[in-house]
């Protein structure tokens, strides 16, 4: 920017551009003008304005460009690695985007010589506001869906349109935590599983999704269903073209990956000692190691945690098998405290019901699937076999699970 950097930048699909206090004063800006903004979070933020003479990302050049000044340090602490601003709009409605989350790559592309030549549908769009917005469903519920490269989540459902289908009654979600965290602060939700997540031709099975439970702020729109994020984009190549109101989804080898949610029962910020424990989910294996918020994470499985980065760890908590082990020490209060291990959230605590056997004949995403199932017979202590069509991934599984079931003598 204007001839100085190089800057970190997040890239938002509908964001305007911002720059962070810092970023401003290395350029000599000053801003100008106080109004207050609202994101994610139920809070308001201080925001300013400031203009850019020149904007270069890779080989393209954008002059005379508003930005914002925004103080996004909490966001820093949640995402963990520090940034100097955002840009998103201002940058796809000029270009043709592809974004290939595999390889982290970001393409630009001038629309006027730009010719799709792969193998997808495109996706027709709209725009709400500055953000894209497709038609889509959850398990059968129709409605509108923002596009979110900002948002770590795969799928946030908006506050009244849970509330017209009562969600929180149908699906019984048993965890709530903080699920993200943006501009005014954290977002709270309750966390669940949609069987189904359709998007033009696209279906997704076994979603994570989240019902944050603010009372203001971006997730109360009445108007919309939910915000689509990256949880659900980095499965493929996403191509952009904001001019013609299309996208491309192109599947990349993350597309059947099983779609994870935190294992450990506590979410975790980077903080100036260590990792910060800010929430603990109740009964969850942290709150059982005796984990609380403020505690600070300084060693992990024996390694300092100056030598994780936030990412790492947070990826760690998410993909290690149920029933892992992990080794915590921590401050509390000043003192040092070596804790005995945490145990990661055990879906397999019902093997008992579900062999090992049945593992082999199905898919990974399959198999969990159906373990979620039978533990949801276990706790409801029911012994009738859920025959629901609709509860398996596929018809093959389901076949596979009422042989099972049958055979067990669950009718």
């Keep these: 920017m204007n001839g100085q950097g ?121 725009f709400n506001g500055q953000i894209p917005q497709v038609q889509g469903s959850i398990d059968g519920f129709e409605g509108s869906f923002t596009l979110d490269t900002g948002s770590r989540s795969s799928l946030d459902i908006m506050g009244p349109f849970a509330e017209r289908h009562d969600f929180i009654g149908r699906y019984q979600p048993k965890i709530e935590t903080i699920t993200g965290w943006g501009l005014g602060g954290p977002v709270h939700s309750k966390v669940t599983r949609a069987r189904s997540l359709k998007l033009g031709h696209i279906e997704l099975n076994d979603v994570v999704m989240e019902l944050p439970q603010q009372t203001a702020g971006y997730f109360t729109d009445r108007y919309r269903a939910g915000n689509i994020g990256g949880g659900v984009m980095k499965r493929f190549t996403v191509i952009f073209d904001y001019q013609n109101k299309l996208m491309w989804l192109e599947p990349n080898g993350w597309h059947d990956e099983p779609d994870r949610f935190d294992r450990s029962g506590m979410w975790i910020n980077l903080g100036e000692a260590g990792f910060e424990v800010i929430d603990v989910v ?24 100056g030598a994780w980065t936030l990412y790492e760890l947070r990826q760690s908590l998410r993909q290690a098998e149920p029933g892992t082990r992990i080794a915590l ?38 198999y969990d699937a159906l373990l979620s199932r039978y533990i949801e017979i276990v706790n409801t202590r029911t012994n009738r076999c859920l025959h629901d069509r609709r509860s398996c991934i596929n018809k093959r599984a389901s076949a596979i699970y009422d042989r099972y079931c049958a055979a067990k003598g669950m009718v």
Excluded at 35 to 45: D, F, K, P
Excluded at 110 to 124: L, M, Q
Excluded at 335 to 348: D, G, L, M, V
């Design 329 to 366: 020490t921590y401050r509390r209060s000043g003192q040092q405290i070596t804790q005995s291990p945490i145990e990661s959230h055990r879906r397999n605590n019902y093997n008992a019901g579900l062999p090992a056997s049945l593992r082999k004949l199905l898919k990974r995403s399959e």
């Design 6 to 126: 190089p800057f970190t930048l997040l890239v938002d699909t509908g964001g305007a551009n911002v720059l962070v206090p810092a970023a401003m004063q290395k350029l000599g800006l000053a801003g100008s003008g106080a109004i207050r903004g609202r994101g994610a979070g139920e809070e308001t933020s201080a925001i300013s304005m400031t203009r850019v003479d020149s904007l270069t990302i890779g080989g393209m050049t954008m002059g005379d460009q508003t930005f914002y000044g925004v103080d996004l340090s909490d966001v820093e602490r949640a995402g963990g690695f520090p940034f100097d601003g955002l840009v998103g709009y201002e940058v796809f409605k000029r270009f043709v985007v592809e974004i290939d989350y595999a390889h982290g790559r970001l393409t630009l592309m001038r629309p006027e010589i730009f010719r799709y030549t792969g193998n997808a549908e495109p996706i027709a769009f709209t």
């Design 282 to 305: 109740v009964g969850g294996p942290a709150a059982r190691a005796g984990l609380q918020p403020g505690d600070v994470l300084v060693a992990i499985n024996g390694r300092s945690a």
